[in-house]
């Protein structure tokens, strides 16, 4: 079995102190007085205490976890005749599941609690601010010091007392836990070196009303910091407050301490199973968070594969386009330029057959240089025969096949 430490945010307290109180009604009906926190300071007109008796035998109760099946979660011994109620409870500072409850005498004017407690971090490599559900505090203070911040969360004020001194053997336990968990820090030197840890312990008696009775209260608090001068700090000290209260009307609270107090009540102890199966469920719930996580990330990145392939196909088709376009305006110019140079060469060609009184003639795949005094060229393979007679045919008067050849430009470019 395991004691219960339960880190919270007071925020988370409250609303569990306004919950827990929602159902109190007032002495001079039916049931339990109104809750202490919402009655202000204590009254002059408030009335004795007389009907309630300082219990003297203890049962068991069972607080159940909702979130797996109901299965038993903690044990917590209580005085006989009392009610409670209670939840487990993660703590998003320092993510441990606890027990936080309350259990009250049938009048509900005795009452001990266990509040939602509350962590905070500061310093580290990381400077990761403030993290969510944390305390407003950024250093290590003393139980007392936390006690003096604690009531001022409290609704409606409080009348503060004197500080309670508290039996020894309490503050002995608080000492041997120190040194326990110091030399389990030193014998894991390699994940826990530079990490001190300190234990505080301290209480204070307020008074506060509630209907007509003045109620005294005890606030004690269990102070554990972790102080990391570590090489590797990179997540920084921390420190968790847990507050237990105990409640009495005027008078009484002395007694019920020490009847608490004898029998180290109320001994909440969390069920190995429980503690086992909560971790397992952690860990479901944190690997589907991270499936879920890397399912976004494995669908973002496939995204944005996607565009980048659309981007690249985007750019190659507009690359090719204007290589296209580049070819084609390429070979226009080319094709220009050539037009151009033939053009040039064509009449400069003709020129020169005009000067030197020839003509140029294409026959039997190829040019030939002829006289320009004759419109009509035959050619036999071997011999040229000429003629102004459109009419005049050589083929069946002259040896040989003849065939008639076309007249081109000097250059031997067809007209």
């Known amino acids: 079995m395991k ?3 339960l880190f919270a945010p007071v925020l988370a307290a409250v609303a569990l102190m306004v919950a827990c109180n929602s159902g109190a009604k007032a002495a001079s009906g039916d049931g339990a007085p109104a ?4 009655s202000g300071s204590a009254s002059a007109n408030s009335v004795r205490y007389t009907n309630g008796s300082i219990p003297t035998t203890t049962t068991t109760a069972t607080i159940a976890d909702p979130t797996l099946d109901n299965m038993p979660a903690a044990t917590l011994t209580i005085p006989s005749g009392w009610k409670m ?3 487990m409870l993660t703590s998003p500072c320092t993510t441990i599941p606890a027990v936080v409850f309350r259990t009250y005498s049938p009048d509900g004017l005795m ?3 266990s509040e939602p407690a509350g962590g905070w971090r500061w310093g580290g490599r990381m400077n990761m601010g403030k993290l969510p559900g944390c305390l407003p505090l950024n250093k290590e203070v003393s139980a007392a010091e936390f006690l003096n911040y604690y009531i001022g969360t409290i609704p ?3 009348h503060l007392v004197a500080p309670i001194v508290l039996p020894e053997d309490q503050r002995q336990a608080i000492a041997e836990r120190a040194v326990k968990i110091n030399q389990l820090n030193e014998q894991h030197a390699d994940v826990m070196g530079g990490i001190t840890d300190s234990e505080d312990l301290a209480a204070i008696r307020i008074e506060t009303v509630n209907g ?3 109620i005294e209260e005890r606030l004690r608090a269990h102070l554990s910091c972790q102080r990391n001068t570590g090489p590797n700090n990179f997540t920084g000290s921390s420190c968790q407050a847990q507050v237990d209260r105990l409640m009495a009307p005027k008078g009484q609270l002395d007694a019920l301490m020490r009847a608490v107090d004898s029998k180290q009540l109320p001994q909440a102890k969390a069920s190995d199973q429980w503690f086992q199966a909560k971790i397992q469920q952690q860990n479901e719930q944190a690997s589907a968070f991270r499936a879920k996580m890397n399912a976004l990330y494995q669908a973002e990145n496939k995204m944005f594969a996607e565009r980048a392939q659309q981007f690249s196909q ?8 204007y290589m296209q376009q580049q070819e084609s305006e390429y070979q226009s110019q080319r094709a220009n330029a050539a037009a151009t140079m033939n053009a040039r060469s064509t009449v400069a060609s003709d020129y020169v057959d005009y000067a030197l009184d020839q003509q140029t003639v294409a026959v039997g795949g190829g040019t030939a240089k002829v006289s320009s005094s004759y419109s009509q060229t035959w ?3 071997s011999q040229w025969y000429q003629t102004n007679d459109p009419n005049s045919n050589p083929n069946g008067v002259l040896q040989g096949n003849w065939t008639l050849a076309t007249p081109v430009h000097g250059n031997g470019q067809p007209r």
Not at 35 to 38: L, M, T, V, Y
Not at 314 to 321: K, L, P
């Open 3 to 5: 004691k219960i430490y």
């Open 111 to 113: 009452q001990m609690r």
């Open 35 to 38: 809750s202490p926190e919402q």
């Open 314 to 321: 985007t750019m190659m088709r507009n690359h090719e386009a």
């Open 379 to 381: 050619y036999n393979g």
């Open 156 to 158: 409606g004020g409080v």
């Open 85 to 87: 109620q209670g939840m």
């Open 212 to 214: 007509s009775f003045v």
